[in-house]
DNA sequence: TGCCTAGTTGCAAATCATTCTCAACTAGAA
DNA sequence: TTCTAGTTGAGAATGATTTGCAACTAGGCA
């Protein structure tokens, strides 16, 4: 619920030129209570101008990823589609349910005390990491162990795009 | 260093036809020092036999991949091109220089502890992870800190392949 | 040891998310 | 208002991976 005027802000502080396009995007994304690939960022925008081009989508996409004002993330084992979320929440990671195609976002700090051991160990320096988990979420879990003696490894992937 | 029958017989254990493109495909990983693409293991391939198909490559991996016989990961932002190893070391972890391009093996128990946090906390079961790491190695960390103030944000990697 | 068939291969064409080309447009500094 | 570096739309290009199909074959069985 951001004001246009809010927007055009933080574009211009990282240093990109204010369009229409570009407001309408990361507007969808301010407003987006899940993860978006371009192309559902693309038919959104539709709606407010029928004439922002998918290209645009993607450039804009790239842009916004490049001064950190939002997140390309993969699901499960799917990299072939990019998804994207604003960078106002906590860090957190992504587990999709094989299942079902749920996302759930979990938290740890786990993590970043693995990289910064490794950090230290290696003399590296992180500057950006990806990480998807996959797996059964709870409501899946149990039907699958029920199934798990007939079926092999046939996993099929619901992605609600 | 493995005979063709002990690849045979792990081809066999899995239920998969140990074919001679089969067989190829696996001592290449088998003997392979460094992660590979497709590309790489089809033309390392043709030196056996110059009639394996890079489609017959992609396939086999695909099915070794299904039996875990061997692992497919992606190296840094570059999730474009998939690379793949041999299941036969320790649970590691890949960080790539955005430099230089090149590829350090982590090792920590911290994931697995994060991971057996969050399955915990929310239920679910994890099956695959896919991580991986980027940043500068030390031999590029300095040289970076010296040019951060002429480069905004122009990194080049180099992908040896 | 040959037979049979479900599984595998080679080839070429298809896929498909993402990037690129280029001429026309425009945000925003001066 | 002017000027120009940055941005856009449309469509073509990209490129790693997958797929359709007809010809082959590994390996179980007689
Ligand atoms: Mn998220
Ligand atoms: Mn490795
Ligand atoms: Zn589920
Ligand atoms: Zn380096």
Redesign the interface.
């Known amino acids: 619920m951001q004001t246009k005027q809010y927007l055009r802000q933080q574009l211009n502080e990282h240093g990109l030129r204010a369009t229409p396009q570009r407001l309408i995007v990361l507007q969808i994304l301010e407003q987006a209570e899940r993860h978006l690939d371009a192309e559902t960022i693309s038919q959104i925008a539709n709606i407010h101008d029928p004439y922002i081009s998918l290209a645009t989508v993607y450039r804009t996409l790239n842009k916004l990823k ?1 001064v950190d004002l939002v997140s390309q993330l ?1 699901f ?2 799917d ?1 072939k589609r990019e998804y994207y979320e604003k960078v106002d929440k906590a860090e957190h ?1 992504h ?1 999709t ?2 299942t079902c195609g749920k996302v ?1 976002e ?1 938290q ?1 700090k ?2 970043n ?3 910064d ?2 950090a230290g ?18 409501d899946c ?1 149990p039907k699958r162990s029920d199934l798990i003696h007939t079926i092999t ?1 046939q996993h099929t992937l619901n992605h609600e795009h």
Chains 1, 2 share one sequence.
């Open positions: 490049d993969y499960a084992r990299h990671y587990f349910c094989l759930i979990m740890t786990r993590i005390q693995a990289k051991e490794l160990e290696h003399g590296v320096a992180f500057s950006h990491t990806c990480m998807c988990f996959e797996g059964y979420c709870p879990a490894s």
